[in-house]
C-alpha cells in the first residue's frame, strides 16, 4: 500500500541541478511530503518537507504541482556527495508520526 | 549540539545471546523511534516512546523484543535469544514535540549493525 511512486534510479553529472520526481497521487489535504536520503550505511538524513507551497531551505528546494498528486526534489548543484537513496514520504503531521520508507530512488552524481 | 546518538556502533552476538542497543536522542528531543533496515530492504518502523512511555510498539516483534526511554537516561532496545533473522541495522530517531503546524522532523543517528552468528 505504497503511497509514493519513485524511479528506481537516477543519474546526474556532478555540478548540474538533480531533479528527483515523485509521485503521490493519492496525498490526502493534511499530508506532507517530506524527503529524506540515506548514504550509503548512514542513518536517514532529513531533506526537506512541505504541504503546498514550494519550499527551498540551504539544501534543496521541493516544488509541488498544484493538484499535490506530484513533487520534485531539485538540489541545484549535485555534488559527488549527494549520492544517495532518497525517499519521498507522505505521512500527515502531528500524531501520525511513523515514517514509510519505500524503495526511494538511488541517485548517483558522476564526475 | 550533538546529533543522536547511538552505541555500539557495531554489535555480534551468538544465537541466543541478548543484544542491547543504547540510543540517546538530540538535545531537547523528547520524542524517540527506532526503525530497523533488513539487508537490502527499506526501513521499518519498530517502536515510539516518549519519556517512560511507549506510545506505539505496532511494528515490534511480539516476542523477545522490548523498549524503554526511561527518566533518566538512554532509550534502550532490548533483543533477548537473537536469531540469525535478527541481523539488521537498527537505527534510532528523534523529534522535537510536534508543534503548532504539527510537524516534525525525525533526526536519525548512526545506528547500529547487529550481527548474530
Known amino acids: 500500500d505504497a503511497k509514493t511512486t519513485q524511479p528506481p534510479s537516477m543519474d546526474c553529472a556532478e555540478g548540474r541541478a538533480a531533479n528527483l520526481p515523485c509521485n503521490h497521487s493519492t496525498i490526502s489535504g493534511n499530508e506532507y511530503v517530506y524527503w529524506y536520503r540515506q548514504i550509503h550505511s548512514q542513518g536517514p538524513q532529513y531533506i526537506i518537507h512541505?504541504?503546498?507551497n514550494n519550499e527551498t531551505n540551504e539544501m534543496a528546494s521541493l516544488i509541488i504541482t498544484e493538484d499535490r498528486k506530484s513533487s520534485t526534489l531539485i538540489l541545484p548543484h549535485a555534488t559527488l556527495r549527494d549520492t544517495a537513496v532518497y525517499y519521498c514520504?507522505?505521512?500527515?503531521?502531528?500524531?501520525?508520526?511513523?515514517?514509510?520508507f519505500g524503495k526511494g530512488t538511488l541517485l548517483t552524481v558522476n564526475p | 549540539n550533538a546529533g543522536v546518538m547511538q552505541n555500539p556502533r557495531h554489535l555480534v552476538r551468538r544465537r541466543g545471546q541478548e543484544a542491547r542497543l543504547r540510543c540517546s536522542p538530540m538535545?531537547?528531543?523528547?520524542?524517540v523511534y527506532w526503525y530497523r533496515q533488513l539487508p537490502e530492504e527499506g526501513l521499518k518502523f519498530m517502536v515510539y516512546?516518549?519519556?517512560?512511555?511507549?506510545?506505539?510498539e505496532s511494528g515490534m516483534p511480539k516476542e523477545r523484543f522490548s523498549a524503554e526511554f526511561p527518566k533518566e537516561g538512554p532509550s534502550i532496545l532490548r533483543i533477548q535469544q537473537v536469531v540469525r533473522g535478527d541481523s539488521a541495522a537498527y537505527f534510532c530517531?528523534?523529534?522535537?514535540?510536534?508543534?503548532?503546524?504539527?510537524?516534525?522532523?525525525?533526526?536519525f543517528g548512526p545506528g547500529t549493525r547487529l550481527t548474530v552468528t
Open positions: 514520504i507522505v505521512e500527515s503531521g502531528g500524531s501520525n508520526y511513523k515514517l514509510t
Open positions: 530517531a528523534s523529534s522535537q514535540r510536534p508543534g503548532q503546524l504539527l510537524t516534525y522532523e525525525q533526526y
Open positions: 538535545k531537547g528531543h523528547s520524542h
Open positions: 512541505g504541504l503546498k
Open positions: 516512546l516518549q519519556k517512560e512511555n511507549i506510545i506505539d
